[in-house]
Nanobody, 124 residues
Framework: QVQLVESGGGLVQAGGSLRLSCAAS????????MAWFRQAPGKEREFVTS????????DYADSVKGRFTISRDNAKNTVYLQMNSLKPEDTAVYYC?????????????????WGQGTQVTVSS
């Protein structure tokens, strides 16, 4: 079992940057594949990015590739999402998710543990 708490959301102008953090409880953080999803008003939750247990493999949605970077610090039980060149269409609640497996799925149903979400708003 792992508990996840996101932070770092806020209001930013288009073209700006934000860094989200997701702090995990427990001593087995390094065994979890971590991911970020987002959900905009009236839309389904969508995959943003994921990272393997070692951090050596990362996957990105096409919509964020080249602008967002996922990283993890297993010593600090934390995963990060650096978001650059933000666009108004990036506005959403961002969720951190975890699963105990080596694969990096893009479907939300594959992740067993979720944070409460943090709001990111990008103004034009």
């Amino acid at each position: 079992q792992v508990q996840l708490v996101e932070s770092g959301g806020g209001l930013v102008q288009a073209g700006g940057s934000l860094r989200l953090s997701c702090a995990a409880s427990g001593r087995t953080f390094s065994s979890y594949v971590m991911a970020w999803f987002r959900q905009a008003p009236g839309k389904e939750r969508e995959f943003v990015t994921s990272i393997s247990v070692s951090g050596g493999t990362r996957d990105y949605a096409d919509s964020v590739k080249g602008r967002f970077t996922i990283s993890r610090d297993n010593a600090k039980n934390t995963v990060y999402l650096q978001m650059n060149s933000l666009k108004p269409e990036d506005t959403a609640v961002y969720y951190c998710a975890a699963r105990m497996s080596g694969v990096l799925p893009r479907t939300s149903a594959a992740y067993a543990f979720w944070g409460q979400g943090t709001q990111v708003t990008v103004s034009s």
